[in-house]
């Protein structure tokens, strides 16, 4: 990748588009931002998502690290974001929804903008790419920051490769925005530490002592007010220690580990690209051949990433978002690898009528599907959870009800304050469950505990189907835990 000649550097090809063309870019920009705006708000959900949806929501009301108020490291700006949504929108998830929505409807514009720095047609492919990407369209419904995380992801990815070949201050720059970047997820850090260096080393050693002074700074505005709202660094270095260390491969040599992580980036690399996944060897043969230009940001891009969730933690698919931009990117260059060969009009406008029929079989999925990333999937959600939370208000008292969960505890103390609850943690052996005198009834939340035998959990009816099973005591039972099965002796 030496500096000699307009052609190697990817940059260079902007200057290739007509000033039409040119000039119509932010127009498209906005365009595709609102159109994927618009296709997303109808599927927003209306409960919180998953157990850190609940720690975000709580992090609004009140933001101590030590409380697990987010859990750490802690994403200070993403917090404070979502907090001025919620305050608009009057309601926590529906303010972590509108920032996930937002940010995934940037995400595709960025793409656009991205392609763009090769051709037109590879950025109309690379927003193509990402507007139907089932697995960004799912986490753009949800209390999660997985949306931001391809946004940040992308938009100081660009701006690292673009410094690579600018000047200095727009290295600086570009380090600044990388610190910044990371209050709102730290992991950034280490996605995107490999190709920020390759940028800062493209102007010498002196950028990279500047950019690492630029990117300290950046962190030290969110790091700061961080650990003072977690009551001091000995706490917050407390919690952190004990989070980092409880986690993937540091929590375990099992090398079961090493295969379940695999398994979950597999599967979320997957319906990042579903039915366009035919066009990703095309495009990776196509930049290690006549697009070397792009090989080194793109690999140093992606590969980080990917290993750092191999080898250390990916706790949901949707972690794989963070190389959604380079993603999308290689698959557009695959698509424009098929076009260019092609000689006639009548062929590059069917293998064109191709690439949008396959994307829009993406779309398909995530809209009529019935997978885990489907509206199916956030709607079972929504109206199960509603469900439940309604019949047990209705039917049970807080004075003698306790509500037992494993997974889903966080939702149980969010949305049945009044009530009593017990987080049950399967392990070897017996474990006895005591309660407070006078309680008669303990629901199973959501079913992630079961009552041995059957015929001791009882089950009243709800809305849409949903049933809430419980079981009733007293009368000098003895309830038990064993082996994740709650067991009541002397029925």
Do not use: K
């Amino acid at each position: 990748m030496g500096r000699s000649g307009p052609a190697a550097h990817p940059r260079s090809r902007m200057t290739t588009l007509s000033w039409p063309l040119a000039r119509r870019a932010p127009l498209v920009v906005v365009l595709l931002f609102g159109i994927a705006l618009a296709l997303r708000f109808p599927f927003a959900s209306r409960v919180l998502w998953a157990w850190d949806s609940v720690l975000y929501a709580r992090a609004i009301e009140a933001f101590d690290v030590a409380q697990g108020r987010p859990h750490p490291p802690g994403y200070l700006l993403y917090v404070l974001v979502a907090r001025a949504a919620a305050w608009m929108l009057g309601d926590a998830n529906a303010g972590l929804v509108a920032v996930s929505i937002v940010a995934g409807a940037a995400t595709v514009a960025l793409a656009f903008v991205v392609g763009l720095r090769v051709s037109w047609r590879i950025g109309v492919f690379a927003a193509l790419t990402t507007l139907a990407s089932p697995l960004l369209w799912h986490y753009s419904e949800v209390a999660y920051p997985y949306t931001l995380l391809a946004l940040l992801s992308g938009a100081v990815g660009l701006l690292l490769w673009m410094a690579r070949r600018g000047s200095l201050r727009a290295a600086v720059l570009a380090s600044l925005t990388l610190g910044l970047a990371s209050g709102f997820r730290q992991d950034l850090l280490m996605v995107l530490g490999p190709l920020w260096l390759w940028s800062m080393l493209g102007h010498g050693r002196r950028a990279v002592l500047l950019g690492a002074l630029a990117a300290g700074a950046g962190c030290v505005v969110w790091a700061v007010p961080t650990v003072v709202l977690s009551e001091g660094p000995e706490r917050y270095l407390a919690a952190l220690r004990s989070q980092i260390f409880g986690l993937g491969m540091l929590a375990s040599d099992d090398s079961r580990t090493l295969l379940r992580n695999a398994s979950i980036a597999a599967v979320g690399l997957r319906w990042q690209v579903h039915w366009l996944a035919p066009l990703v060897p095309i495009g990776a043969i196509a930049i290690a051949r006549r697009r070397r230009e792009l090989a080194w940001p793109l690999v140093l891009w992606t590969a980080p990433a990917l290993l750092v969730y191999l080898l250390f933690h990916i706790g949901e698919w949707a972690y794989t978002l963070s190389v959604a931009i380079p993603l999308a990117l290689v698959i557009a260059v695959g698509a424009d690898e098929l076009l260019t060969p092609a000689r006639r009009a009548l062929t590059r406008r069917a293998l064109t009528v191709a690439f949008v029929v396959l994307a829009a079989l993406n779309a398909q999925s995530f809209l009529f599907g019935h997978g885990r990333f489907a509206v199916a999937a956030l709607r079972g959600h929504d109206l199960g959870l509603e469900a439940r939370i309604a019949a047990i208000h209705a039917r049970f008292s807080p004075a003698d009800t306790v509500i037992l969960a494993r997974d889903a505890i966080q939702h149980a103390r969010y949305y049945l304050p009044g009530y009593r609850s017990v987080q049950v943690v399967p392990r070897r052996g017996s474990q006895d469950l005591t309660f407070a005198p006078g309680t008669r009834y303990a629901i199973l939340f959501l079913g992630e505990v079961r009552a041995r035998p059957r015929w001791l959990a009882r089950a009243v009816p709800a809305d849409s189907g949903v049933e809430v099973s419980y079981v009733e005591i007293g009368g000098g039972r003895h309830f038990a835990l064993e082996n994740g099965d709650l067991v009541l002796e002397g029925y």
